[in-house]
Nanobody, 126 residues
């Protein structure tokens, strides 16, 4: 089992910044995950992939709507995932989830991921 705990959400004005963190723990986390990602879900909408990092290649991927504004990273201890969000827009509002899997799959597909956190709320106001 792997436990994922997100933090760092909050309320900001348009153009502001937030840094989300996702702390991973659990006995299975001794093995390196294959892919880690951030998803978000706004009320009444489907959960969508925001960004992902493949831990072997360190390749990163972003949704078109956040490219150039968000940066995904993983710390040296490999136990925390981050999402730096700059120039936030109202459409970035929603609940942000950290996800992880030990096998392959398309990064932006929800079913790729076995483990999920409970999420952290982000609200961007104009």
């Amino acid at each position: 089992q792997v436990q994922l705990v997100e933090s760092g959400g909050g309320s900001v004005q348009v153009g502001g910044s937030l840094r989300l963190s996702c702390a991973a723990s659990g006995p299975q986390y001794d093995d390196p995950p294959y892919v880690m990602a951030w998803f978000r879900q706004a009320p009444g909408k489907e959960r969508e992939g925001v960004a992902a990092i493949y831990t072997g290649t360190l390749n990163t991927y972003y949704a078109a709507s956040v490219k150039g504004r968000f940066t995904i990273s993983r710390d040296n201890t490999k136990s925390t995932l981050y999402l730096q969000m700059n120039n936030l827009k109202p459409e970035d509002s929603g609940r942000y989830y950290c996800a992880l899997d030990f096998h392959g799959g398309a990064w932006s597909v929800v079913s790729t991921y076995t483990y999920w956190g409970q999420g952290t709320q982000v609200a961007v106001s104009s």
